[in-house]
């Protein structure tokens, strides 16, 4: 993929010490011609280790100690930013049901103080890094990413085109901090892992797959749109059985604000989408959704009562890609 719409560009990514920020920000450094990287967060350990890992010869690379819940700090890092791309957040599902009103600080007004900040500092583009669990919320993680991604939608009724925002949704990453095959990786050796329900589903993409469909939104989004790409689904325990066969997998029972299957696009959403070869374009239901829809015309209809979840998912990994997949993980 050529990279030439990121030549002479400033870019910042939040939460930048995270494991979508550093395989991005390498990305950049090594691919394309970004004249700036920044990468914002609240961790300076994180930012030291990182500083000390990726090689930047040409000294592109900035670091800026700060937290998407303080606004006037948001706005001294977007001086001179042309492109944002938003990934801070609290995740763990289970933590985040026990103290809400920080993932309310940091998920729901950190994400409007991106959108303020943005467009006092002449943001040109904002693109919200979201995730399957804000369709059909079931848990406070969930809920709290559906409404960042309301607010950056309507963010674009602020700047009339000036500062554009968009958002991509996708679901578990292979490889990531805290992911289910590093939690397998640490507990296989004790011979028995637990799982919470035996038919519990859900979508897999790798960081490289998701630092692409970032790269290729930030290159097509006009404002308003949410791109989803065409990813598979696999079992968990499917997924527990090929990486750690010799275990016993004892079932737990369902976490709080856990769901069996995970959903990208419900059926009141595909009524506004397209189709194209490798993902999804979600568009909006404002008045602007309307340009927009002459911008994808070349896009396919999807059914009204479409409905792309984990488990009625057409793609699924087999034992032989799951192991490809991590192979290709622990390599990179």
Same mark, same amino acid.
């Given at each position: ?79 001179? &930013? ?85 958002? &991509? ?111 999804? &374009? ?51």
């Amino acid at each position: 993929m050529s990279y030439e719409f990121l030549n002479g560009k400033c870019i910042l990514v939040t939460g930048g010490t995270g494991s979508f920020g550093q395989k991005f920000v390498r990305i950049l450094l090594t691919e394309t011609k970004a004249s700036r990287i920044i990468v914002f967060s609240r961790d300076e350990l994180k930012q030291s280790q990182m500083q000390s890992t990726i090689a930047d010869p040409e000294g592109r690379l900035r670091f800026f100690i700060g937290d998407v819940r303080d606004l006037d700090r948001l706005k001294r890092a977007f001086y001179g &930013v042309e492109i944002v791309v938003h990934a801070a957040a609290l995740k763990q599902v289970p933590l985040l049901e026990y103290n809400p009103f920080e993932a309310v600080k940091t998920n729901i007004l950190g994400t409007q103080n991106i959108i303020e900040a943005a467009i006092d500092r002449d943001v040109k583009k904002v693109l919200l890094i979201s995730t399957d669990k804000a369709a059909n919320p079931a848990n406070l993680y969930g809920a709290t990413k559906l409404c960042a991604e309301r607010l950056i939608i309507s963010g674009n009724f602020y700047c009339a085109n000036k500062t554009r925002f968009s958002a &991509v949704r996708y679901g578990n990453v292979f490889g990531s901090r805290g992911s289910l095959i590093q939690i397998i990786e640490k507990y296989r050796s004790t011979g028995r892992l637990n799982l919470t329900h035996a038919d519990m589903t859900r979508f897999w993409i790798t960081l490289d797959q998701g630092v692409s469909l970032v790269l290729m939104a930030i290159e097509k989004m006009d404002g308003g749109e949410i791109f989803v790409p065409k990813i598979p689904s696999m079992k968990i325990k499917e997924l527990i059985t090929v990486l750690a066969p010799e275990c016993n997998i004892d079932i737990v029972g369902v976490r709080p604000g856990e769901k069996l299957h995970e959903v990208l696009i419900t059926p009141e959403e595909a009524s506004h989408s397209k189709e194209y070869d490798t993902y999804y &374009v979600i568009l909006p239901e404002h008045s602007f959704g309307e340009t927009l829809k002459r911008r994808y015309a070349d896009g396919k209809d999807l059914d009204r009562n479409f409905f792309y979840s984990s488990s009625s998912n057409t793609q699924w990994l087999s034992s032989d890609n799951l192991l490809e997949l991590i192979e290709n993980v622990h390599k990179n």
